[in-house]
């Protein structure tokens, strides 16, 4: 019944961001992010952390970030690398929130590949 629950949640915040104009998303910033982060990992039974959890799923899937991402991650996996990054960089939490998730999966995986490539070469 718990993996019911937790599938209704994402579908319910897709949902609800896909039916906002895309507009309206640029004006969420990191800020709004690090506070739906925090209750994500203090308190995943809140609202705050459904929405930061869809926000973040519903950011990747439109813009295609995911094609960056292995397969083998999962939601709760992006949903720490992105708290981590916010965590690790408050100077950016003024930036549009979908720019910030971009920042963070890219520093989390295409900064790896190419530290394994330069270590090939070495």
């Known amino acids: 019944m718990n993996g019911f629950r937790f599938i209704s949640r994402i579908l319910i915040a897709i949902l609800f961001l896909s039916s906002s104009n895309q507009v309206s998303a640029a004006f969420r910033t990191g800020a709004d992010l690090y506070e739906g982060a925090t209750d994500y990992t203090n308190n995943k039974e809140s609202f705050a ?21 292995p397969a083998n ?31 963070a999966i890219h520093e989390a995986f295409q900064e790896g590949r190419g530290q394994r490539k330069s270590k090939k070469g070495s």
Not at 88 to 102: C, D, R, T, V
Request: hydrophobic letters at 40%; proline letters at 6%.
């Open 49 to 69: 952390a459904d929405y930061f959890m869809g926000y973040v799923v519903g950011t990747i899937d439109s813009y295609g970030i995911d094609l960056m991402v």
């Open 73 to 103: 991650v999962t939601v709760g996996q992006m949903c720490f690398i992105v708290k981590k990054y916010l965590t690790e960089h408050p100077e950016e939490w003024n930036k549009p929130a979908p720019s910030i998730i971009s920042d």
